[in-house]
């Protein structure tokens, strides 16, 4: 079991407490595909992602992306039991939609920058290394039921 | 592989921060130090708290290498190639690519942080473009 301390539940907890999940949910999906473009060859049904200004305007990838970071709370809101909580996720990334665990911590890397972009300096390097765990352990359940 | 207009975005950015060099390179290393706590491993000899001058004159070394990089994007091997031999024969930071990966990974919260909105989507894809080719060639000659 993952251990947090006092502060490190602090720091995510505030944090999240001022996220906007839907835009940040869509910004971070936006950038992964923006950023790191052979992560599109899970989305061919989303339409226009001929660019980063569609790819931003893209209203399947706003939707996904809040789905996606709507997920997320349920791990901040379950910190001891993170596992248990992607249980089911894990084998529905691998068993049906074939992504390759690498592409959870690109995404995690990009959700940290977008955080960094929206509260500056409110994003010290202790929220920084709280949230890094974070989406580390989060990346590390969404793998770990793959065979 | 850069675009033009990646070269257009990385030059501008370096450029908005050229009167911030000291302060960024020390900031991303500041935060590598904390989020990645394996990464003191290369710097025993190093006073690493909070402001330390160390930290700021290190810093400042590597952002304005950076800054030359960005300077010579059409020639990065020969531009960095003192500093890639550094890298593979003296300082050896283990393995090729990955803890560069995790300065990269800070570097970019720091222009995150002072660039804001600023810090766009495109202006994101060519800078994580240009940390990753940076490191790749510093990781060359390492066999």
């Known amino acids: 079991m993952v251990h947090w301390s006092a502060e490190e539940k602090q720091l995510i907890a505030s944090l999240w407490?001022?996220?906007?999940?839907?835009?940040?949910?869509?910004?971070?999906?936006?950038?992964?595909?923006?950023?790191?473009?052979?992560?599109?060859?899970?989305?061919?049904?989303?339409?226009?992602?001929?660019?980063?200004?569609?790819?931003?305007?893209?209203?399947?990838?706003?939707?996904?992306?809040?789905?996606?970071?709507?997920?997320?709370?349920e791990a901040v809101k379950n910190l001891d039991n993170i596992k248990a909580t992607y249980s089911k996720l894990s084998e529905l990334h691998c068993e049906k939609l074939h992504v390759d665990p690498e592409n959870f911590r690109l995404l995690g890397d990009i959700l940290i920058i977008v955080l960094a972009s929206h509260f500056a300096r409110d994003f010290t390097p202790a929220c920084q290394f709280a949230w890094q765990k974070l989406v580390g352990v989060v990346a590390h359940a969404l793998a770990r039921k793959y065979h | 592989m850069l675009t033009a207009d990646d070269k257009k975005l990385i030059q501008q950015v370096c450029e908005k921060s050229s009167g911030h060099m000291e302060e960024f390179g020390a900031e991303a290393l500041e935060r590598m130090f904390i989020t990645f706590p394996q990464t003191k491993t290369y710097f025993p000899h190093f006073d690493l708290h909070h402001g330390s001058d160390q930290i700021r004159g290190h810093g400042k070394k590597v952002a304005t290498a950076l800054a030359n990089a960005a300077k010579n994007l059409d020639n990065l091997s020969q531009a960095l190639s003192e500093l890639s031999n550094l890298h593979a024969y003296n300082l050896r930071v283990d393995p090729p690519c990955f803890a560069l990966q995790l300065l990269s990974q800070c570097f970019q919260v720091v222009l995150a942080v002072h660039l804001g909105k600023d810090y766009t989507p495109e202006v994101h894809s060519a800078f994580d473009k240009f940390l990753s080719a940076v490191a790749s060639v510093l990781a060359e000659k390492y066999r």
Request: aromatic letters at 10%.
């Open chain 1, 17 to 73: 407490g001022k996220v906007n999940v839907e835009e940040c949910g869509a910004e971070a999906l936006a950038r992964l595909l923006i950023v790191y473009p052979w992560t599109q060859r899970f989305f061919a049904n989303f339409g226009n992602l001929s660019s980063p200004t569609a790819i931003i305007g893209n209203p399947k990838v706003r939707a996904h992306g809040k789905k996606v970071l709507t997920s997320f709370g």
